[in-house]
């Protein structure tokens, strides 16, 4: 409601000292409201129609003001404390009206005039007309090939002004955003490293939307040393958009920058993270937070991966040529993962850039080849696909065919796998994905039997095989069909398995065939409604089937049996950002199995910002179900999977988890990476074998169990420089419950036997650091602690069993006694481990020599104990140690 | 010259070259000695009318140390009416309780009771106690009674066709769960069996026992030791005429099974379950058995044996 004339005059009397007026009454409220205007043309007759009939020189405003208002013989009101202090004018108005010669006195200050009554009021002026923040500049950006590019910068200014700049970065399919700008014109610039960068003028009308499509020009640049600067941007980028903790993020070249036994391997690296903790120095699986191996989901390009390592555990199915990156969500991840308790560890290919290219690699257990490529023009034509790129490796163990010549029977190991990655871009915008993995290990040893035999002047049964063979097999494809709006819908399918094959001989001697295959189908959406507000929601279908078939003493290893099951799943989850302080996410996540009924797990994460927004405070909750577990036991250094699907013999396992802490960034441009989380889970219907089963009843073969683990995890990480890395700390106290293994049904009463598992490692400590050197060589150096790990104490003896026959003892047996359950720890473990990689450019491409020295200062970390007795009846404990200081070299072609 | 890459057939020492070299460094650690207690009670029936016709009680107590013996101990078998019969230690366990070529000489105890002392699904519970006061325990029930179904003897002997695979079934045992099969073969030719020993066989099943075995195909689907394949083989098809068998079947209870049963994997070992606690361990396991000789002969042999009288099946 707009203040009376009278009243606004009252209250000007009180706020003016320079021309007094009956306005007593006014209130100064109202006179605040009081805004003026400059360049006002005057109504003829008006009081600012007026002529001033004056000339000043260089006085000061309140002075010219009161000369002018007597010269004109208008009042003219105005409060001093309004004017600017030491502001002079000079005019030379006497041909002027008043409006114009107090447009050119108030020239240069905040003020205007208004004429009320007989008076003319100089007041702030009116302010511009407050400009409209919901404009839209969105777009897409893609290779010359019309292939989407990941984690391009894209950089917006308003035209003419640097200092409104605001950075977004293109996700999968190339989209970038800029919400709630004004109207204007702004310019784009549009970049990524090896591209040519892209600079456009973009105007948006208010309210509008402007859609932009980038084509960026490859660029080569020759960039010396570990570059993943644009990493510390994806840093800060999931910062931002995840409440959740943001997942721990590793590249090709920070994969290979930290020390491998033989080569460079996505997972082994994956322990060098807070919360991760390896059971066996020579084991690739991983325990996160308190969590057992089998409670990992390791997904290649979306695909589930069942014992994803060579050499029965020794390094991962996974070569580093063909990964792009990996990304470890070791809590608080989103309904859109189902089925395991613990972590996600996504694993993406890297697919080139659709033009041909060689990487190829020498280690000293491996030879790899990767060729990549896209396909004729004409070829593309004729499938109507814009763009398309393919990858695909070979990886071989070659010691076999070195030491051949050598030997008198074949050497028995082998490994090999193959990877091949497609996709293609439809002219509508669709992609299309295929990935497709094989490996396979192979011991043969039927070779050395027969040469056994060949000794003894026998010869070897044709139907006798010892072999052992083993490996992953998977199948993946998906269609996505991006949305305007950055949202896309995504339709895909899987079939993953593993099978094993471990014969032995004839006659009854140990055999074990193991096989676990899964065959999925599944659909997401995902739409943004606003730019504060994602929305995802997805179906799916699985079907599970695992089998086993055991005989003698692998029976110990994996029981006997078959068993399937039909699975499906939906979830919706969101991510909402209310405002600049507050991040959401939640959803919720039902799996139903068609033999265990159906699971809930609702998921919830909050995030508060601080400060400027570089840090924040988070806190998460949620539950997770898991229906097939590995009954492994992680003890030992090196083991398959033994999987046991929930249904009438084991029930789904529950995990109720919590977490939360405080992350942020600091320092200059935000280099430094730090956070401090604390966790804790609990879990019930863990399952692990029932050593002591009926062995004519199926339904007692497992043991259902609980466990807790809590924590908590400290990181310092440097994502940017010359210099990176990074330092956690990790503290850990995971327990487990399980019935006595020994006594159920004896006494009818089943004591409950608590424990610490294998992977309860207290304290864990890594050092990672990344560093350019001179003449072109990158360093890597990693150095970890960790206390000691629980293990059982165990001692041999011979036992004698009676014959039956004439019950005089048998045969001498050797048993193994075990005493309290991970009653002792080993030792404290730790270690250092430095690379060196030296890249030498050619015309023709980049060659890469590189040196690993493991356990530089040789420290003997025990793997196990065991017991002995000596020559004079003193029973003593020797501590086995594996990796010595070890020396490994190979080299790396590119082209 | 060529290289052997001989040795064990398996796998492990082939692929720790492949890590490089493998480093062993010991500490001493000193441990009390451990005492393992292997207690057995086995009844033995007339496999025609299941009267208990002999018992047999026997612990072997051993230590982990370079005097293994565990002598003075007071072993004792409790019935559940409180009926104590406490076992005697034998100044000498070669004979007895020690095992062929075993270093180990460790301390046997027995007791001589009548045949039928112990009743068949008795619950029994030995009780241990060592001279320097560690004590050790456990319980055990004996398998109920057991006699075979298609077998028919006369004093423990029969005649069995030769070249002829039979099946031989018994009752279902209340309380057993394994059962174990065991066969000396005598009589075999050299050129199968070159031995001045018979030829030991054994099978146990340990999951949903049938309650009937291959006469003698399954002796030769379970551990074949390497020099017997070529008998193995053989015996597929049956008896060879003129061979003689020594037949045993044995019901086991829950500790026996367990004990003897592919257990727990682990780096040094098998590892049994254990039924026998406290101070050490070891197992208390109880059987029921009955015996037979069976005789390879022609029906027109006048040997003045019985016919088996088992259930012939496919000699393929």
């Known amino acids: 409601m707009l203040p009376t004339r009278a009243g606004l005059l009252a209250a000007l009397a009180l706020v003016t000292s320079v021309i007094a007026a009956p306005l007593a009454a006014q209130k100064p409220q109202e006179v605040a409201l009081l805004r003026g205007q400059t360049g006002v043309e005057p109504e003829p007759g008006s009081l600012l129609a007026t002529p001033a009939g004056l000339t000043v020189g260089q006085l000061p405003l309140a002075a010219a003001l009161t000369r002018l208002s007597e010269r004109s013989r208008v009042q003219i009101a105005f409060s001093p404390s309004l004017l600017p202090t030491g502001h002079q004018v000079a005019c030379e108005c006497a041909t002027l009206n008043i409006a114009r010669a107090l447009d050119h006195m108030l020239e240069g200050t905040e003020l205007g005039y208004v004429e009320l009554g007989p008076q003319v009021i100089v007041v702030p002026l009116a302010p511009p007309e407050a400009p409209r923040f919901d404009a839209t500049i969105r777009g897409r950006v893609r290779t010359e090939v019309a292939i989407p590019l990941e984690d391009a910068t894209a950089i917006l200014r308003p035209a003419g002004d640097s200092t409104g700049e605001r950075m977004a970065f293109t996700d999968g399919l190339g989209f970038f955003a800029f919400h709630d700008l004004a109207a204007g014109a702004y310019e784009l610039t549009v970049g990524r490293l090896g591209y040519a960068g892209h600079d456009e003028a973009v105007t948006v009308a208010p309210g509008g939307v402007v859609e932009v499509g980038i084509a960026l020009a490859v660029r080569p640049v020759p960039v010396e040393g570990i570059q993943v600067d644009g990493l510390g941007e994806r840093d800060r980028a999931r910062f931002r958009e995840s409440a959740a903790g943001a997942p721990m993020e590793m590249d090709r070249a920070g994969v290979r920058s930290i020390p491998g036994a033989a080569e460079a391997d996505p997972v082994r690296t994956v322990d060098a993270l807070p919360g991760v903790t390896r059971v066996s120095e020579i084991g690739a699986s991983f325990n996160v937070r308190g969590g057992s191996a089998d409670q990992n989901l390791v997904l290649l390009d979306g695909v589930p991966i069942f014992n994803p390592f060579h050499m029965l555990g020794i390094f991962s199915v996974f070569n580093a040529d063909m990964v792009k990156r990996t990304q470890l969500r070791s809590g608080g991840f989103a309904p859109e993962y189902g089925g395991r308790a613990s972590s996600v560890l996504l694993v993406e290919s890297d697919l080139g850039d659709g033009k041909f290219g060689v990487d190829a690699g020498l280690s000293l257990l491996t030879a790899r080849l990767s060729v990549s490529g896209g396909l004729p023009e004409e070829v593309r034509d004729g499938f109507g696909l814009a763009a398309a790129r393919w990858r695909i490796s070979g990886r071989r163990s070659y010691a076999d065919v070195l030491a051949n010549p050598f030997l008198s029977a074949d050497f028995p190991y082998h490994l090999r796998d193959r990877q091949f990655g497609f996709e293609a871009w439809t002219r509508g915008g669709s992609r299309l994905g295929i990935t497709y993995y094989s490996g396979t290990d192979a011991f043969n040893l039927t070779a050395y039997e027969r040469l056994e035999h060949s000794t003894r002047n026998q010869e070897l049964h044709p139907e006798q095989d010892v072999t052992w063979r083993w490996g992953n097999r998977a199948l993946g494809f998906s269609w996505t069909r991006p949305g305007s709006n950055g949202g896309s819908l995504d339709v895909h399918g899987s079939y993953s398995r593993f099978e094993g094959d471990f014969n032995l001989s004839e006659f009854g001697s140990p055999m074990l065939e193991t096989a676990i295959r899964r065959l999925s189908l599944g659909a997401d959406l995902e739409v943004r409604p606003t730019a504060a507000f994602r929305w995802k929601s997805g179906l799916g279908l699985e079907a599970l089937e695992h089998s086993d078939e055991s005989r003698g003493e692998l029976e110990s290893l994996v029981r006997s049996g078959r068993s399937t099951g039909l699975g499906a799943s939906a979830y919706s989850q969101f991510n909402w950002s209310p405002n600049p302080r507050w991040l959401m996410e939640g959803g919720l996540r039902l799996d139903h199995w068609f033999d265990s009924g159906t699971s809930t797990s609702p998921r919830i994460a909050l995030k508060r910002f601080l400060w400027d927004g570089r840090w924040a405070v988070r806190l998460d909750a949620g539950r997770y179900v898991q229906f097939l577990q590995s009954v492994r036991d992680e003890s030992l250094p090196i083991a398959l999977d033994s999987w046991v699907l929930a249904g009438n013999e084991v029930t789904p396992l529950v995990s109720r988890q919590f977490q939360g802490g405080l992350e942020g960034f600091f320092g200059t441009d935000d280099e430094w990476f730090a956070s401090a989380v604390g966790f804790h889970r609990g879990y019930e219907g863990l399952a692990t074998r029932n050593w002591a089963d009926d062995p004519g009843v199926r339904s007692d073969d497992f043991k259902s169990g609980t466990g807790r683990s809590f924590g908590a995890e400290f990181l310092l990480r440097r994502g940017k420089g010359a210099t990176k890395g990074w330092v956690s700390v990790s503290l850990l106290k995971a327990t487990r419950k399980f019935p006595h293994p020994g006594r159920a049904g004896i006494d009818n009463i089943v004591p409950a036997v608590e424990y610490a598992p294998a992977f309860d490692r207290r304290l864990a400590l890594d050092l990672v650091v990344q560093r350019r050197l001179p003449w072109s060589v990158e360093g890597g150096l990693r150095w970890s602690f960790g206390t000691g790990l629980p293990f059982t104490r165990h001692a041999t003896y011979s036992v004698n069993p009676r014959r039956m026959i004439d019950l005089r003892p048998g045969g001498r047996e050797q048993v193994v006694w075990l005493g309290p359950r991970n009653g002792e720890r080993y030792p404290a473990h730790h270690r250092l481990d430095i690379s060196l990689r030296k890249v030498i450019r050619k015309r023709w491409g980049v060659v890469t020599p590189w040196l690993n020295v493991l356990n530089v200062y040789n420290r003997r970390n025990v793997v196990l104990f065991y017991e002995y007795i000596d020559y004079y009846g003193q029973t003593g404990r020797r501590g086995l140690s594996l990796v010595p200081i070890l020396p490994t070299l190979g080299v790396e072609v590119s082209f | ?316």
């Open chain 2, 1 to 316: 010259m060529r290289q052997s890459f001989r040795g064990s057939r398996w796998p492990i020492p082939a692929l720790l070259p492949l890590l490089g070299a493998c480093i062993v460094d010991w500490t001493e650690v000193g441990e009390p000695a451990l005492v393992i207690a292997s207690a057995t009670v086995v009844l033995t029936v007339d496999p025609m009318d299941s009267t208990v016709r002999s018992t047999d009680v026997l612990a072997y107590l051993v230590r982990d140390s370079a005097d293994d013996r565990v002598q003075g101990a007071s072993v004792r078998i409790v019935d559940r009416s409180g009926r104590s019969l406490r076992l005697e230690e034998l100044p000498n366990s070669r004979e007895v309780c020690r095992p062929e070529g075993a270093t180990a000489e460790g301390t046997c105890y027995v007791a001589s009771v009548p045949s039928a002392y112990f009743e068949p699904l008795a619950e029994l519970s030995l009780q241990v106690a060592l001279p320097d006061g560690r004590q050790l325990s456990g319980t055990s029930t004996i398998p109920g009674l057991f006699h075979a179904l298609t077998t028919v003897l006369r004093d423990g002997r029969c005649r069995a066709d030769p070249e002829t695979n039979y099946r031989i079934r018994w009752n279902p045992i209340r309380g057993a769960w394994a059962y174990i099969a065991e066969a000396e073969f005598k009589g075999l030719r050299r050129n199968l069996w070159d031995s001045q020993k018979p030829l030991y066989l054994t099978a146990a099943w340990m999951a949903a026992p049938p309650h009937r075995m291959g006469f003698p195909r399954t002796l030769i689907e379970g551990d074949v030791p390497f020099n017997a394949r070529k008998a193995a083989r053989r015996l597929e098809s049956g008896l060879p005429w003129g061979v003689t068998v020594d037949l045993a079947v044995a019901a086991i209870d829950r500790n026996w099974a367990n004990w003897i049963r592919p257990g727990q994997v682990h780096v040094a070992g098998k590892v049994p379950v254990p039924s026998v606690f406290g101070d050490g361990t070891g197992m208390f396991g109880t059987a029921v058995r009955w015996t037979a000789t069976i005789e390879s002969r022609d029906a027109k042999d006048e040997t003045g044996l019985v016919d088996c009288d088992m259930v012939g099946v496919s000699s393929g």
